[in-house]
């Protein structure tokens, strides 16, 4: 049990129930025609649940098959790992950075795409044919929530000349 986990556990938790109450006293409308309220409310739930999760799992004694894999694995200078981490929080931060300077002219569904498959390869994930599929499922759900369903008007780019 590690005390800063359930520290930011407890945080998330808490961010997440004032979150909700704020979420639910905007009008939610009806899944046919959703009001401001109704996706606030959706995330309100998923970090209440989440943070729930993180509490539960920090609470629970580690099963002994996880202690016996971890023995396994082998350990790496402290130093190497945070120099891996700061590389990839950089690199993460310089794709969000151009994905903001591409969505209007490129467009919203080829810069989320191209953005979902460098980030899934930067957590490493090495494969590329999966990190593109993961990547089109993801900006396909995308689309269809908020362009579709939402009908928030997000920018087409180039497939606007394109498709007319």
């Known amino acids: 049990m590690k005390f800063g986990s359930i520290v ?6 808490a961010v997440g129930v004032v979150y909700e109450t704020m979420a639910l006293n905007m009008p939610r409308g009806n899944l046919a025609y959703p009001g401001p309220g109704l996706f606030p409310m959706i995330i309100g739930a998923f970090m209440i649940a989440m943070a729930l999760g993180c509490l539960v799992q920090d609470f629970l004694p580690p099963k002994k098959s996880d202690a016996a894999a971890n023995a396994l694995i082998p350990k790496e200078e402290p130093a190497a790992e945070e120099e891996r ?7 993460l931060i310089a794709l969000m950075i151009a994905y903001i300077l591409a969505l209007k002219p490129v467009g919203f569904p080829i810069a989320i795409c191209i953005f979902l498959a460098l980030a899934i390869r930067i ?26 369903w939402l009908a928030v008007p997000l920018p087409m780019g180039i497939l606007e000349d394109i498709l007319g």
Do not use: D, E, H
């Open 85 to 91: 981490n700061f590389m990839k929080t950089f690199q």
């Open 123 to 148: 957590f490493g994930y090495r494969k590329w044919l999966p990190a593109l599929a993961m990547a089109a499922v993801i900006t396909v759900v995308s689309y269809m929530s908020f362009v579709i």
């Open 8 to 13: 930011f556990a407890g945080l998330m938790l």
